[in-house]
């Protein structure tokens, strides 16, 4: 796993927390060279055959996603992205029959791309009719040429948008069928094609807080330290935080400290394989005391540690390529 973690410094985080921000310090990541090509994916299909999803999932994979360019603006973009800061090396374009200059225009748009030493590839998704049908009654939506159908039907609608979009399927680089799968199984399917190393990758936020300040709204599991004794009845550890090796070390000595960290830990690795499975992407692991200064924060950054594979955490190495993020977000409230 990547490590990610927050500033070490009181004041800075003590300023963190009065803007509402974290202020994350990369200890270590993938960065993109200057020289990295550009690579494009059009995404197009049938309306209800899923584009919205493959949006979805290619934002997670680290494309930006815009929708609905007309053809003739898309090598701007290009442009704009590399100018960028930082650049944008990975683009999505979500486009649909509703612009005019579509099927014309997108063929030879991609040719002009590749030309230019874009890596170009055109995603198209389709389905069957009794599937689209379905879909737009769930949905309850009109199809988007119903209204231009000779009767007005939505069966009418979908005849003419698979004639409109006929010679863009035949240009595409993937075509995939989405009659027969689930969300999940389209999301499985898109990672294995536009993944590679970022598939699997999975973002995960290490959250200390304080419970006098409410348990955080975004946490999807929370773990309470309160049973622990407090080194704030300490004196000499009082005025130091969880960052601070002597509180660290009160806190992880303590009966019953090492055990509880390695069950989280081994909690927080079942549940982000679920994770996983399911197409999820983001998880905040939320680690609670009385103030969010001490225990909260020795056993967040302890926890970090173990699930960013450091070698002498509990529970050994993970080599999962997870990014993990540290941040205290009471620290310096007191």
Known sequence: MTRVEASTDTAENSKATDTGESQPTARSGRSAPESAPVEVVIVTGLSGAGRGTAAKVLEDLGYYVADNLPPELIG?????????????????????????????????VGEQLRAAGVRT???????SDDVLIRRFGFARRRHPLQSE??????TAGIAAERRRLDPVKTAADVVIDTTALSIHQLHRKLEEVYGGDAATVLQLTIQSFG???????????????RFLPNPHWIPELREKTGQDAPVSEYVLSQPGAQDYLGTARHLVDLTTEGYRQEGKRYMTVAVGCTGGKHRSVAIAEALGEALAGNESAPAGNNDSGDVVRVVHRDLGRE
């Open 149 to 154: 159908s000779a009767d007005g039907t939505l």
């Open 121 to 127: 590839r055109i995603l198209f998704l389709e389905a």
């Open 76 to 108: 701007r973009m290009v442009d704009l992205g590399r100018g960028a800061e930082p650049p944008i090396r990975k683009l999505a374009l979500v486009m649909d029959v509703r612009n005019r200059f579509f099927t014309g225009n997108l063929a030879a």
């Open 211 to 225: 419970f006098k300040y409410g348990v955080p709204l975004d946490a999807d599991m929370v773990f309470d330290l």
